[in-house]
């Protein structure tokens, strides 16, 4: 599994979050979240959401997903769950060079390969005032 946006711990577990006009949410797709104060959306996707407040939260992060081929740092743009092939793209021209990539836009280049060929690695960015905890 590819994990990239941002994410929140809160009551021990790992939910992504989103935030509109200031207000935090937790998103959750178990149905069992509805026992900690979830509520679901309207939809078919099943998707739980739950507003909480900043202090609530025991760390908040972006995941930035990436891999390294031949020497060169590729982010992980997306993947295609029908195909199993995952677009990974960079800026680094030299990595052209080494990498039979194609251009992809201006200055960048972009390969896709299938996830079972790759080692997904994750930055993980603190955000909502997490920054400078360990400080």
Not at 107 to 119: F, G, K, V
Request: proline share 4%.
């Amino acid at each position: 599994m590819i994990r990239k946006g941002r994410f929140a711990r809160w009551n021990g577990r790992e939910y992504e979050i989103c935030s509109r006009n200031k207000q935090i949410f937790l998103s959750a797709t178990n149905p069992e979240e509805l026992n900690n104060g979830f509520i679901q959306m309207g939809g078919s996707n099943s998707q739980l959401v739950r507003a909480i407040e900043l202090n609530e939260l025991e760390d908040a992060y972006e995941i930035v997903p990436f891999t390294i081929l031949r020497g060169y740092r590729f982010a992980i743009e997306g993947i295609d769950s029908n195909s199993g092939m995952v677009k990974l793209v960079t800026n680094n021209a030299f990595a052209s060079k080494r990498v039979q990539v194609h251009p992809y836009g201006i200055d960048a280049y972009m390969i896709e390969l299938p996830i079972n060929e790759i080692t997904i690695e994750e930055d993980r960015i603190p955000i909502l005032g997490f920054e400078n905890r360990f400080v």
